[in-house]
């Protein structure tokens, strides 16, 4: 072993740095995220702003890496605005280790679901060689907001993909019960 992977395995021992780590990335990587995300699409922040329902000044500071007063909400509304998914995991360090050393400034852009070709993949996927999805089969059905119970009818598409309608406000629900909210 070397004397550096000595020294940062020694550091991570130590659970005020192990922890200084993370709030360190999480706070720079959003910020890097955002504004890549928004000049990749050739936006101002005051563009940036009117999608997301917050001032410029607003975006500017979710842009600064030492700004530290994230909320969950700000982070919906960008991901709103950009049209993209926000995931949130509490997960184990080892898996946050090996998650940052595969991260690379290429992928701080994500696909808007318009432009996700992954979404037409997984149709494809789910739906056999027999079956295609096209991506205006997707785009029409993936629109369309469910009520609880609903299933969205997406042709040629597996159970699978149809039952995640109804599997997914029910299984909130039931999360929701169970932890008394």
Avoid at 23 to 43: D, G, N, P
Avoid at 48 to 55: H, M, N, R
Avoid at 81 to 86: C, H, N, S, T
Wanted: with cysteine; glycine share 4%.
């Amino acid at each position: 072993m070397n004397t550096l992977h000595t020294t940062f395995q020694d550091k991570l021992g130590r659970p005020e740095y192990r922890h200084a780590l993370v709030e360190s990335f999480v706070r720079t990587h959003v910020a890097r995220q955002i504004r890549a995300m928004r000049k990749a699409r050739k936006w101002n922040q005051a563009d940036l702003g009117k999608k997301a329902k917050k001032k410029q000044s607003v975006i500017s500071r979710l842009e600064q890496t030492k700004y530290g007063r994230l909320t969950l909400q700000s982070m919906l509304d960008i991901a709103r605005a950009f049209d993209v998914a926000l995931k949130i995991d509490l997960i184990p360090f080892s898996d946050f280790i090996v998650e940052r050393k595969n991260w690379s400034k290429e992928n701080l852009n994500a696909a808007s679901f318009e432009e996700d070709d992954g979404l037409i993949e997984i149709f494809e996927t789910a739906s056999g060689p027999e079956r295609t999805a096209t991506r205006a089969t997707v785009e029409i059905r993936a629109g369309e907001t469910p009520k609880e119970g609903q299933h969205i009818q997406v042709p040629n598409s597996s159970p699978t993909i149809i039952d995640m309608c109804e599997i997914v406000p029910q299984s909130i629900e039931a999360t929701n019960a169970e932890i008394g909210v």
